[in-house]
């Protein structure tokens, strides 16, 4: 038996104990009574006696019951409301979660061996108090992970406790902020007493608070009751990581959020509250392909079409919450298919649909097909022939949301796009532009998208990082931003670097274009006919005309 749960629950429950022991006394005695009293009514000769003594024995029965409900009720509700039980009608009732019944280990966590790393460090001091105390040192009470939404903050933390073994608690940050005053500060009260209790009875807890941004946002001043009730919120959570200190219970509280570090209270962040810091990102190439590798395995996939790289590549950006989602689609549209096994068309299809939304059950007319055709294909003979950082996956001309086609393009590198790739990725831009004005002799306002991504990867090469023609060195997006000054001379020249840019962009994609009309031609032609074109598709199609892509390419 666990001594330690027995003294805590009579540490807390000591007056519903002494009240069932009344209840129970009181129910033997009134029990003795009336069996007392049948017999006695039972063995009286006259009526009149009988009458009289049943009679007062339910006027006792009855002043007995209702002193026996009444008066423990009212002493519990004079206790309620004399400990402050009118602003704890708001309280959290948070279940602990055992760290063996978390059952999330190190190798379910995919895609962050670098925060593992970390996050094992972490580990192993939590498990080895004495071993830090004994060369003086102090255990660690906070814990902070910032990144993205979706790269796996909780699921790290409950790693952590399961590996921990130690009771996980789990709560939001809006779950503390109120508009009465008092209520968000006694929910923190309840949440870090029921930490106590937990890691009174087993050795430890974990606090795991979701989106603490919501709590820890930096304090205003002001009159009104909602700024109060956040400050006084705010304030509580200071005090309870204070109080921690204090008590040797081995209690970690573990904060996630997805905003920029600054905009949290800096009290939070000093040193003493949340020591450490883990910065969760976005996954690399190499670890979305394990991340593929980890969901695909759950379904019956094709494993000689389907392959982690090309699927990587194709999911820049992504965070793993997104490719699990890509997979459950996948899934989904192979069963709506009547197939066995999930193929690559189903997976491409599946991160349409969520990025673009459902097929648009519109037809387009010949003429409209002709031209969004050619746009993508402009789009398409543009990153072939002229970005080699990046390589085309498919191609579609279905209407999809709010746009007519789409080309994917893939991304080979991972490292930070150099003036190289930044023009490469201008030029698949215009590459509509270019293909509309050869085919039709002029452009739709189908490229409004298109001209809007040229522009701003001109403007962010111009006026912050210094690939202009006039060799103007400096951030001046920054410093238009935080002081408005920027002389007009240098306005003018560094808005005519960036149509410099652009129009030499242009001038090349145009000179690429016209060399390859008869590619173009082809191109729109084999999409019109098949509304999509598929990696294997494209490649074909340039193999057929003897076009290699540029070096640099690793396709």
């Known amino acids: 038996m666990n001594w330690r749960k027995v003294k805590l629950f009579f540490k807390f429950h000591w007056i519903g104990v002494i009240v069932v022991i009344f209840s129970i006394a009181v129910t033997i005695t009134l029990s003795i009574f009336i069996r007392n009293a049948i017999l006695a009514w039972a063995d009286s000769e006259y009526y009149f006696k009988k009458t009289l003594f049943v009679q007062y024995a339910l006027l006792l029965y009855v002043f007995v019951i209702v002193h026996l409900i009444s008066l423990p009720l009212s002493m519990l509700l004079m206790m309620w409301v004399q400990r402050g039980g009118l602003q704890k009608m708001g309280r959290l009732h948070k279940k602990v979660t055992k760290g063996e019944d978390i059952q999330i280990k190190w190798s379910d966590v995919i895609g962050m061996e670098a925060v593992k790393i970390e996050a094992k460090e972490i580990v192993n001091l939590i498990k080895d108090r004495r071993a830090v105390h004994r060369v003086g040192g102090k255990i660690i009470r906070g814990l902070l992970m910032l990144g993205p939404p979706g ?4 699921y790290l933390a409950k790693a952590i406790a399961t590996e921990c073994g130690l009771p996980f608690l789990s709560t939001a ?3 503390f902020v109120q508009m009465y005053v008092g209520v968000g500060a006694a929910r923190i009260r ?3 007493k029921q930490a ?3 890691a009174y009875v087993e050795g430890g807890c974990i606090i795991f608070i979701d989106e603490i941004d919501a709590l820890a ?7 009104s009751g909602g700024q109060s009730e956040y400050n006084q919120t705010i304030n509580q959570l200071l005090v309870e990581l204070d109080g921690l200190k204090e008590s040797e219970q081995n209690i970690v509280v573990v904060g996630a959020t997805n905003v920029k570090e600054n905009t949290l209270d800096p009290a939070i962040l000093r040193p003493g509250r949340f020591d450490r810091k883990i910065y969760v990102s976005l996954p690399s190439l190499e670890e979305r392909e394990q991340i593929f590798d980890y969901y695909l395995r759950r379904i019956e996939y094709d494993k000689k079409e389907v392959k982690n790289v090309r699927l990587a590549r194709l999911t820049a950006g992504r965070s793993p919450a997104d490719i699990a989602n890509i997979i459950r689609e996948a899934a989904l549209i192979t069963a709506r298919k009547k197939k066995e096994k999930v193929q690559l068309d189903d997976l491409t299809e599946a991160l349409e649909r969520i990025e673009l939304g459902l097929r648009h059950p519109a037809k387009y007319t010949a003429e409209e097909k002709k031209w969004v055709a050619y746009h993508e294909a402009g789009h398409a003979l543009a990153l072939y022939l002229c970005a080699p950082h990046r390589e085309v996956s498919k191609v579609s001309i279905i209407r999809r949301k709010e746009t007519g086609g789409v080309m994917w393009g893939a991304q080979i590198g991972e490292t930070m796009p150099k003036q190289k790739e930044l023009l490469g990725n201008i030029k698949i831009c215009l590459g509509s532009y270019v293909a509309e004005r050869l ?3 002029y452009t739709s306002s189908g490229v409004d998208a298109d001209f809007n991504s040229a522009l701003k990867i001109a403007y962010n090469m111009v ?3 210094g690939m202009g ?14 002081r408005g000054i920027i002389s007009a001379e240098t306005k003018k020249k560094l808005d005519a670097d960036v149509q410099d840019i652009l129009r030499c962009c242009l001038d090349d994609v145009e000179e690429i274009l016209k060399r390859e009309k008869d590619i173009l031609d082809y191109f729109s032609t084999q999409l019109i006919k098949e509304e999509e074109l598929n990696y294997e598709q494209i490649e074909r199609i340039f193999q057929k005309y003897n076009r290699n892509r540029p070096k640099g390419s690793s396709s």
Do not use: M, P
Not at 217 to 223: A, E, I, T, Y
């Open 217 to 223: 946002r930096r304090r205003s001043v002001g009159s």
């Open 439 to 441: 085919k039709f002799g």
């Open 173 to 175: 940050g809006s779950e």
């Open 463 to 465: 006026w912050r990082w």
């Open 469 to 482: 023609k006039s060799e103007y060195i400096g951030n001046f997006d920054q410093l238009l931003k935080e």
């Open 196 to 198: 106590r209790h937990a």
């Open 151 to 154: 790269c796996g903050k909780t």
């Open 190 to 192: 309840k949440l870090f």
